[in-house]
DNA sequence: GAGCACTGC
């Protein structure tokens, strides 16, 4: 540390903090990549202890009316709070008291340190016999590497039952180690007694899969009496197929028999399924197909604190659904103190907490604010690459535009640095970069090499690094934000949360001690708000409440939001739902609504696709487009390098889409990439990269589609629907060899999106139609610089001024024809 | 003539 504070001469006196807010999910998110085949950290600690002191009762676990944690949330403000009291929370801020806690911390550190050694006496006795106990449990960890490679073992191969018996009596002293485990008793009966319960547990304390499995175990394996199941939700993907597989292991029964998972276009639970790990939103699908979920008698709420739009619904339709059935409990589990809302929102359910194991960080921060962050970044990676200790470094950097800029930098700078530090190899991540070059992060480097990650947000929740062990932090994200007023979002750089760069700095603290170095003073720290904002009160919350309407809600405005998006953003949702005929005069919903909420799509695009298919009768070429449309990172931005002849090969693929484009691009892209077939795999892999798009995108496209089209079957009961497409794909017929009826395919777009139209002004930029401002097309699109009568998009985007993307060139007679009112309004205000 | 964070059905 000493050394440390010599060579960061920019950064003050480091504090030392938990990690928090990490989870469990995450831990098996680093399990997914050994999965698939990445290396996992070899140095991966074989020794993990715990740090956090335990309560008197010594099982880790208190039961706290909801008053002790908001006595805790308020911390910062009451230095006189016992210090019991302060370690059963988690510690968003303890500059204030920084050197009574970095004190604190020592104690602990050095009793690790010199793990032999009789630790010193202090004043906080009950710390005393528990850290001796902990020591025991060192080598015990969640994961441990062997853990992983047995685990890959087993994985996917046809076990005969006994030796996944065996396999789970193997577990079960790994289980049994783990913090929630041992608090087990207390834990159920809470559960057992109370309808909601509240818990807050820390990273690697094991809650995601072991309390599930305390559930599971109470109901009797072999019994006849049908039982009601357990619902897990968490808020990825992966993360819900990853809990299944390992519990499903501890369990001993394969995946998809006990113990299963239920994600878009993957499911393993079956009817017999008993413990099920599922997206929020695939049991949000389950409450429209019954809402009474009655198939359930425990739903959990995992990594409530994310606040994800789809979790707070979750929440507040679980509210009302519990007065209508006494039996249903519910279990929120969060990693945040911000469980004081959600114990508030549930009656003042109690709150349990349970400690994790995570390492502590030493922060440091600049001496004064940053005005250039790339620069200020590269600066502190070049200090601390020199001054600090083997170990990899994470940079959370806002965008993609500041992470290739600092890459650049640091690939001409590393080769001149001083020969004594190790050569730095600086590695890009964020999601839209392709996964090959997103799994270049995993790679090992050769020895007196150090990784360089700078990363979006992607590196906070969704990707895991091993061997990181230094973080040095923006304090800056991108945020999407609604102006429902506009009916544009737009996406800024705006500063985190105090619980996001807890969060962040807990990525140094995942394997061993490590260090955060925050490009901000500590009094702009102190100024940032406590939690993200949650999502539902910054997007466009159309689908949420379509959604609300078709489960039955009449009054939107009073529904039991856990926290309200506000009356203007649910107005003009209202709004446009009734403008999509998905609402009637009295709010009701519709036939069309009711069929626009049952496509996995946004109102708009369901609403775009019904019109295609009764009005403009292009069914299957609109699916194809909207199928592209709701897939992620399809089109991928191609480096900078590269972009010119990208932007070339594009064009000279869409020649319709260079005329009309780029919803039309999408579909020649489709098309094309549909003609190489399966047979000539590798050609279609290059094709790919040569255009800059992704594969996998385009595999995740056809399953959209062919949901899609049965969703549209089962609406129109009309079984023959995709009757003709579907022969043609038998016999093989070259696809895109049917014309399109482009303008019938772009009209149907634009009965979705009336107001994101603009019309050309003689230098190449456009006014919109809704409030008259200028806006340009975005150089990513195929109509880039060109000048067209009238445009419509399907996003819009400022940055240093307003972009248009996505955009399709339209005819103003379509305007007039299908957003007359939208016209009017602009006609009144090009007269001002 | 410039550049989009992350999830979910």
Known sequence: MSNSKKVHTKFGEPSTEESTAANSAEVVQELDQDVQGQPSSSTNSKKRSRK???????????????????????????????????????????????????????????????????????????????????????????FSDDEESNFRDTRGSNQPQQSLKQRASQLLSTRSNLPVYKSREQIMNHLNKNQVTILIGETGSGKSTQIPQFLLEQIPRDSKKQHKGIAVTQPRRVAAINLATRVAEEHGCPVGTAVGYSVRFDTTATHKTKLKYLTDGMLLRE??????????????????????????????????????????????????????????????????????????????????????????????????????????????????????????????????????????????????????????????????????????????????????????????????????SLGLSTLLTAPISKAAAMQRSGRAGREREGKVFRLYTESDYLKLPDQTEPEISRVNVTSPVLMLKELGVEDILNWSWLETPGEDSLISSLTQLYQLKALDDSGKITPLGHEMAILPLEPQLAAILIKSHREYHCLSDVIDIVSCLSVDNLVLNPSSETRDDVNERRRAVCGLGCRYGDLIMLKELLDCYLQFGNKDREERTQWCKDLALSSRGFRNVLKVRQQIRQYMMTLTKDKHLFQDIENDEEDDIEYGSKPMDIPAILKSFLTGHTTNTAIGLPDRSYRTTTNGSLIAIHPSSLLFGMKKDAIMFTDYVYTTRGYARNVSVVELEWLQEICGGVLKVNAANNEN
């Open 52 to 142: 956090r002191n335990k309560n008197k009762n010594g099982t880790g676990v208190t039961s706290e009316p909801t008053a002790a944690a908001a006595s805790a949330a308020s911390l910062e403000s009451q230095p006189s709070i016992p210090e019991t009291k302060k370690n059963k929370v988690f510690k968003f801020d303890v500059d204030e008291k920084k050197e009574e806690v970095t004190e604190s911390n020592k104690i602990e550190n050095t009793a690790e340190e010199e793990s032999t050694q009789e630790k010193k006496p202090n004043d906080k006795e009950q710390v005393k016999p528990q850290r001796k106990k902990q020591k025991t449990h060192k080598v015990v960890e969640f």
């Open 287 to 484: 409450c429209i197909l019954d809402p009474e979920l009655s198939a359930y008698g425990v739903i959990i709420i995992d990594e409530a604190h994310e606040r994800t739009v789809l979790t707070d619904l979750l929440m507040g339709f679980l509210k009302e659904l519990l007065v209508k059935r006494n039996d249903l409990k519910l279990v929120i589990m969060s990693a945040t103190l911000d469980a004081e809302r959600f114990s508030k929102f549930f009656h003042s359910a109690e709150i349990l907490f349970v400690e994790g194991r995570s390492y502590g960080v030493d922060r440091y921060y600049t001496k004064a604010a940053c005005d250039d962050i790339v620069d200020s970044a590269i600066k502190s990676i070049v200090q601390l690459n020199q001054g600090e200790q083997e170990g990899d470094i994470l940079v959370f950097l806002p965008g993609q535009e500041e992470i290739d800029k600092a890459v650049g930098i640091l690939e001409r700078l590393a080769p001149d640095l001083p020969k004594e530090a190790p050569l730095i190899v600086p590695f890009p991540l964020y999601a839209s970069l392709s996964p090959a070059d997103q799994a270049k992060v995993f790679l090992p480097l050769k020895a007196r090499r150090r990784k360089v990650i700078l990363a979006t947000n992607i590196a906070e929740t969704s990707v895991t690094v091993p061997g990181v062990r230094y973080v040095i932090d923006s304090g800056l994200r991108k945020v999407k934000l609604w102006r429902h």
